[in-house]
């Protein structure tokens, strides 16, 4: 959903093709999802056609790939405004954690909810161990310890969640079923 | 090899039950992290398979040899030369700076005065704070003493290496320092950690969790075993 920023953001630092966004995106952010190529370029359709980005180069005789993209104007100040504004803070509460267990109180018991808080538990805590043993690597680098850090954060919460809730279950499974 | 070794481990404060059988194998190198919630049972554990307090019933073993049924004497003298330990507030003599800190442990087993000022002040390096070495506990931060009691629990280079809650009153980003060089050293040295914690991101840094409840093993982690009912009730 920030996908569009961030290829502004990339092509701030230069003319690029769309391959070179892609290839510029998954090393600056190699803990996302890689970008699929059909992203990039639906995505630099839709800035180009708002004006945000420009085209170069021989587009139509050579193909997608042949284009270069630069950042307008307009593209600049787009980019600076949501560099300059704040997110909103968790303005809706819905993680699919939340909702299976909400899902499993209405359609199951409190069994099926707990034992699905605990194997939760458990992959979570799995790919924290994953995450905690990739940043203390000697070989990582500050990319990695600060992408994995923001991943350890939010397992970290959903943990406490997740132990805070499989005490809270049956209490919840009876108002829900009251 | 297995170095310690406990088997239904039962202990009890008067009335108060605070294990009720606990077994478990702690390897050879090898940072196992107990995690529990608060009260259930993890500093009394600590205490037992450091040979600090004695159990009720079951037996501790060190390396093949009952040591719970040992004396006092013989208790602390393997706590001195085979373990180290490391508390949450690191328990810096006030006195003393942070190198005449570190050499204690050091001086205690016999160690001359200069070869015991040397180690502590490479451990004090190892540990990033060579800087603090002529300073006293009392000038320097939370996170500076906890790395010296760090050094202090590291320098005889114990074989294991007991730590209850080591970054439970540094922030975030001191505690994981602490802890990533904690874990790095102890790996070089192949010393066995048992890290008591009640966070997860903690724990993580361990080769295996054991996760109490009320005085019994919960579950154990690390994806191999069937979990028990966790927090079922
Ligand atoms: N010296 C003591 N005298 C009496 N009761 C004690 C003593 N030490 C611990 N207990 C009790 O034994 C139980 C286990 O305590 P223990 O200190 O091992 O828990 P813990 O998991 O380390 O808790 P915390 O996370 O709060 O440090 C608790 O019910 C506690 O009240
Ligand atoms: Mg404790």
Redo the contacts between chains.
Sequence with gaps: MSTPHLLLGLLATGTMHGYELKRAHDSRLPQARPLAFGQVYATLGRLQRDGLVASTGPERLAGPDRTAYTLTEQGRATLDQWLSSVEPPMPYVNSPLFTKVVVALLVADVDRARAYLVAQRRAHTERLRELTALKTAPSATVDDVVAADYAIAHLDADLRWLHTTLDRVADWHREVHS | MTQLQARGLVKSYGPTPALRGITVDIGEGEIVAVTAPSGCGKSTLLHCLAGILRPDAGEVSWRGHRLDTWSEAARSRLRRTEFGVLFQFGQLVAELTAAENVALPLLLAGTGRRAARTAALTWLDRLGVADCADVRPGEMSGGQQQRCATARALVTEPRVLFADEPTGALDTLAGEQVL?QL??LAREQHTSVVLVTH???I???ADR?VVLRDGVIDHT???LDA?L????R
């Design positions: 990533t874990v790095r966070e997860p991101r724990a993580a840094y969790e982690g690390l994806g979990p009912a966790g927090g079922s």
